[in-house]
């Protein structure tokens, strides 16, 4: 084998395993961010996928928090909290993704229901 055919060789293989090795990094789940548009907070706010649920606490008017999801099986979101009106509320965010599938759903919740709904969702 000639130097040349070695060293393209090896850049080759050198190539493949660092894109395989970029693949695992990225992050798996669902990217949820939840951006609360209400004039009062959102109480004890849960979202809920397949198999786990995740508890991000007290969202303050205007405030932002994200959390990532990881479900167990076939899943959709729902996101649950109660309204100042001390109702509880549960709602299907919608969806469809499984172990394995990457992206993000981007909420906002006003009057006490989804505002907008976005979503980027794909296997790998």
Known sequence: MTRFRFYALTVLLSGIV????????????????????DPTPLKSLVLHVTGAS?????????????????????????????????K??????????????????RLSIRDHDIATNQQAIKLR
Request: glycine share 16%; aromatic share 8%; proline share 8%.
């Open 88 to 105: 509880s509320r549960r709602l299907d965010a919608g969806g469809y993704f499984e172990p394995g599938y990457r992206g993000t759903v």
């Open 18 to 37: 660092g894109i395989a090795v970029l693949g695992q990094l990225r992050p798996s789940g669902i990217e949820v961010i939840v951006e609360n548009r």
């Open 54 to 86: 995740y508890p991000l606490g007290d969202v303050p008017p205007g405030a932002v928090v994200a959390k990532r999801v990881k479900p167990t099986g076939e899943s959709h979101l729902e996101i649950e909290f109660t309204g100042a009106d001390g």
